[in-house]
């Protein structure tokens, strides 16, 4: 009896050691495979981070370089052109993939200046569009999400106030914002997530 409780026994126990290995092999074949998926994901998404890069270099070489022609009534005609063109490619890529940031396009934001450029510089080219309400909301919610700064964007809509209407509305590097316009900059500032300003910071007058 107990030669048979013996046998019985080592028998349990080498078809545990056999499901024990059956096991390993499975979990060896798990990691293999999640290993091989994942180098997968990451190789394309370093494609698709290129691809992306790429895009922007294209929309950003065409506004440097007709900026670069030298002066004259037909370079002017091209420009607006190019810039009205960029402005809708650029509105195309932030509609289907976000404002360009590190988060979306890795290394390449940082590393090229033509791709970590080519949105403030085609939005700052075309800021009379900008101020539209759909272009608003578009950026503005790219500012909820995370995906652009504030200062960015309230860079840009300055740029149409303070060239196109004399005075600063944001209070940026283009112009200080005057105590006449307080209650307007400060909500205006809120609304795109930035902070009021105290009356220390404002000139005082609009002229």
């Given at each position: ?5 013996d ?25 293999f ?10 190789n394309?998404r ?12 294209q ?6 370089v ?21 402005f ?7 509609k ?26 085609i ?5 009379s569009?900008?101020?539209?309400k759909?272009?608003f ?5 790219e ?8 200062e960015?964007l ?25 105590i ?7 909500k205006?500032r809120l609304?795109?997530g930035?902070s009021?300003?105290?009356d220390?910071l ?6």
């Open positions: 009896m107990e030669i048979e409780i046998y019985l026994r080592n028998e349990v126990h080498k078809i545990g050691q056999i499901q024990d290995m059956r096991l390993i092999a499975i979990l060896i074949i798990i990691c495979t999640s290993c091989s998926i994942l180098k997968e994901d990451q394309k370093l494609k698709e981070n290129n691809d992306l890069a790429f895009q922007l270099s929309i950003y070489g065409a506004d440097q007709i900026r670069q022609v030298p002066g004259n009534s037909d370079r002017i005609i091209v420009m607006q052109k190019i810039d009205s063109l960029n809708v490619r650029i509105i195309d890529f932030i289907e993939h976000g404002y360009p940031n590190e988060k979306l396009l890795g290394e390449s934001y940082n590393k090229n200046e033509s791709v970590c450029l080519a949105a403030p510089s939005l700052l080219h075309n800021s569009k900008v101020v539209q759909p272009t909301n578009l950026l503005k919610s500012v909820e999400k995370g995906n652009m700064k504030p960015a309230a860079l840009i809509l300055d740029k149409y106030y303070v060239y196109y209407k004399g005075y600063s509305l944001y209070h940026t590097q283009f112009k200080k914002a005057c006449e316009n307080k209650e307007l900059v400060n205006a609304e795109i930035l009021a300003l105290p220390s404002f000139t005082g007058s609009c002229n």
